[in-house]
């Protein structure tokens, strides 16, 4: 069964609209969660890595002040994308790595994405 | 950085044949490799994973070998069916950001 789970599935707003997306472990504590950002028929390119009780790291040419990411607790992440505009539109999906053993390369599993539209 | 080169980008295979996909990587220091399954509309599922001290890893019809030393890895998947069509991406990495392939569209045609 899914061990990440995200939400809303999608979203369809208005330019200038900000839009907050939850990402959350299911049963297990992530202390890190990542978010990538998807164009159709594109690979997954990682956006951020949201890190419990302290800041986010974005990686280059990710606008930290558009897309705000707070990870307040162990089983959850928000991403909200702040006055999103049509250029903003695509698949946004978030992943937690699942404590299967004490190792940094522990399986990384992914929540099922959120679409989001801007008109 | 990583990064990982993934081919080919469209693969047709008829049902029963075996299916294979290839990554490159450039960083020496990647120790793990996932593959996953992205269905249209989904997430990235999962599939099979190696770790850099193994050669070969088998689960049921998937199958994923690792050369570190050509610095390629390798996805297999026999008696292929309808349902295995779907995007596979392959990852690497040393730590825990995932660098992925562009991804592979395999069709299953009955």
């Known amino acids: 069964g899914a061990v990440v789970s995200q939400h809303p599935s999608r979203v369809i707003c208005k330019s200038g609209t900000s839009v907050k997306i939850e990402c959350r472990s299911l049963?297990?504590?992530?202390?890190?969660m990542f978010w990538y950002r998807q164009f159709p028929k594109q690979s997954l390119m990682l956006m951020a890595t949201s890190n419990e009780g302290s800041k986010a790291t974005y990686e280059q040419g990710v606008e930290k002040d558009k897309f705000l990411i707070n990870h307040a607790s162990l089983t959850l992440s928000t991403l909200t994308v702040t006055s999103a505009h049509p250029e903003d539109s695509s698949f946004y999906i978030c992943?937690?790595?699942?404590?299967?053993?004490?190792?940094?390369?522990?399986?990384?599993?992914f929540g099922d994405g959120t679409r989001l539209s801007i008109l | 950085g990583e990064n990982v080169e993934q081919h080919p980008s469209t693969l047709s295979v008829q049902e029963g044949d075996s299916a294979v996909i290839k990554c490159t990587y450039s960083?020496?220091?990647?120790?793990?490799f996932p593959w996953y399954k992205q269905e249209l509309g989904k997430g990235p599922q999962l599939i099979i994973d190696?770790?850099?001290?193994?050669g070969e890893k088998k689960d049921q019809r998937i199958a994923v070998t690792l050369n570190k030393t050509a610095k390629h890895f390798s996805l297999h998947i026999t008696e292929t069916q309808p349902e295995d069509s779907a995007v596979y991406f392959c990852a690497g990495t040393s730590g825990y950001a995932l660098n992925f392939g562009k991804g592979t569209s395999l069709l299953v045609t009955p």
């Open positions: 049963d297990f504590q992530a202390t890190t």
């Open positions: 190696i770790r850099s001290n193994v």
């Open positions: 992943s937690a790595n699942h404590p299967r053993q004490s190792s940094s390369n522990q399986p990384q599993h």
């Open positions: 960083d020496s220091a990647s120790n793990y």
